[in-house]
């Protein structure tokens, strides 16, 4: 198996629990809890900031002094938008599924714990389409670089069956600006109907990293460097979360040189 490929530690609880130690990076974590409704999962964002996104289902969240009641309006990540939450480092939070819930904890180093925690509701995120023809893919912004936090970058793709994503190709591993940033990123990957299947490449231009992994439901992929394509078969949507950060919070990428025709 691909050493950039995560996958679950079963159904049920942490399953899934990736630190800047264990992918071998320096920003990006994320974990990502299933719970039965009535459970509840407590931690402290320590010295990191995180943002908090209802996958699915529904759930009562408090953070700090900030209770913000019952969050979550969809019950699969392939239907309507997400809540999540913003926090900064240095504070507890709780949330309690109130029905099958899928939550996901993204964060990213937070030296300064400045910002308050604050709620982003579905209707607060902006929605666009992506590509053309069988390019065409469908993003929901959750915590984009003109929204305030220090590191992090978090967004959410659903990608048609028989689409590719995150394509063409293109990288950020670069500190480089304006033409390119470094962000490290994850994917969490969830398929509809849960049994299909899609792939991913994560490459270099001198392909000494070069691993093409499949894709099932609920694995999570690193991306420390290069590009990072996906395609998804015909049949099955692909919806994957992306949780970004690097030195510097802007997204600036560098295409493959030999596919920018595609964009013409």
Not at 50 to 77: H, N, Y
């Amino acid at each position: 198996m691909s050493r950039l490929l995560v996958k679950p530690s079963g159904t049920h609880g942490k399953i899934v629990h990736i630190t800047p130690q264990s992918a071998g990076w320096d920003y990006v974590g994320f974990d990502l809890h299933r719970l039965h409704p009535g459970e509840t999962v407590a931690e402290q964002t320590a010295g990191r900031e995180v943002c908090l996104v209802f996958v699915s289902g529904k759930g009562s969240a408090q953070a700090g002094d900030t209770d913000f009641g019952s969050l979550g309006e969809r019950m699969s990540p392939f239907e309507g938008t997400p809540s999540a939450i913003y926090l900064p480092a240095n504070t507890p939070w709780l949330v309690t599924a109130e029905t099958e819930l899928e939550l996901a904890v993204c964060s990213a180093p937070d030296e300064s714990g400045s910002l308050a925690p604050r709620l982003i509701a579905p209707a607060d995120l902006s929605r666009e389409t992506r590509g053309q023809g069988t390019n065409t893919r469908y993003v929901t912004n959750i915590l984009s670089e003109d929204q305030p936090a220090q590191s992090l970058l978090v967004v959410e793709v659903i990608t048609p069956g028989g689409h590719t994503s995150s394509y063409p190709p293109h990288k950020h591993d670069q500190d480089n600006l304006p033409h390119e940033s470094r962000l490290e990123e994850t994917y969490y990957h969830r398929l509809n109907p849960a049994q299909g299947f899609a792939f991913q490449r994560v490459y270099t231009d001198d392909r000494s990293l070069d691993e093409a992994m499949a894709i099932e439901d609920g694995v999570t992929t690193l991306v420390p460097r290069g590009y990072h394509p996906c395609a998804a078969c015909h049949g099955y949507d692909l919806y994957y979360l992306n949780v970004m950060a690097g030195p510097k919070r802007t997204w600036k990428f560098h295409n493959a040189v030999e596919h920018e025709w595609l964009l013409a």
